[in-house]
């Protein structure tokens, strides 16, 4: 099982919609995770924290879930602005630093 | 705030000759990374440098890689040889770091890059 796992999409969806993705990682111990985009031929970009207790910033809500060791982004009323692709981030917990681990990314169209 | 400084912006080399990437991070960061990004790939981590100290090098290909952070401010990566694989988009990044396990808290902040491309 890879460390950390997206599924690659591309997710197409039509403005307004509301699309979520999913990240799984393996290592139990991981303690911090993040959402990142990353838009054609740019830098990843931070997105948001994922916290135990959930995250919404505007339209994003960002959630973890321990038991299953998945985190997911969820956005609502899509805008054609948020195409992009999706990383997810994980740091695994076993170096004591802060290293991160990402995912291959989740590809996202919205059409008009 | 001035962001992550990365230099050059693109880069073309034949196979074999040898390339080397610039990197500044922001102020006050402590912490640096070079992150290699494959096309349609996740970046991944190459070395990470706490102050001028490689913390975690375990994935550098080091018979070709080799990375400095001499003053615990700028940062260069080399590549020598250079072979077709390594075309990629090699990525620097920093976090604000003082202690274990706590920068994670804060994400990092990545360059621009560098797009490689060995023909």
């Known amino acids: 099982r890879k460390e950390v796992e997206q599924d690659p999409g591309p997710f197409n969806v039509p403005e307004g919609a509301t699309v979520a993705f999913n990240c799984t990682y393996s290592n139990s111990a991981s303690q911090s995770f993040f959402w990142y985009r990353q838009d054609c031929r740019k830098e990843p970009k931070l997105l948001m924290s994922v916290y135990s207790s959930g995250n919404e910033d505007g339209r994003f809500t960002a959630q973890l879930n321990r038991a299953s060791q998945y985190i997911s982004l969820l956005i609502r009323d899509s805008k054609l602005s948020d195409s992009a692709t999706y990383l997810c981030?994980?740091?695994?917990?076993?170096?004591?630093?802060?290293?991160?681990?990402f995912g291959k990314g989740t590809m996202l169209l919205v059409s008009p | 705030e001035a962001g992550v400084a990365q230099s050059p912006r693109y880069k073309i080399i034949e196979k074999r000759q040898s390339v080397a990437f610039w990197c500044n991070p922001i102020?006050?960061?402590?912490?640096l990374y070079w992150y290699q990004q494959i096309l349609g790939q996740g970046p991944k981590l190459l070395i990470q440098f706490q102050n001028n100290g490689v913390v975690d090098d375990s994935q550098l290909p080091k018979d070709r890689f080799s990375a400095e952070r001499l003053k615990g401010v700028d940062s260069t990566l080399k590549i020598q040889p250079a072979k077709l694989e390594d075309s990629a988009v090699y990525l620097c990044?920093?976090?604000?770091?003082?202690?274990?396990?706590?920068?994670?808290?804060?994400?990092?902040?990545f360059g621009s890059g560098t797009r490689l491309t060995v023909v």
């Open positions: 990044a920093s976090s604000l770091v003082r202690d274990r396990g706590r920068a994670a808290n804060y994400g990092y902040t």
């Open positions: 981030a994980v740091n695994p917990g076993n170096s004591g630093y802060s290293t991160l681990t």
């Open positions: 102020s006050g960061h402590a912490t």
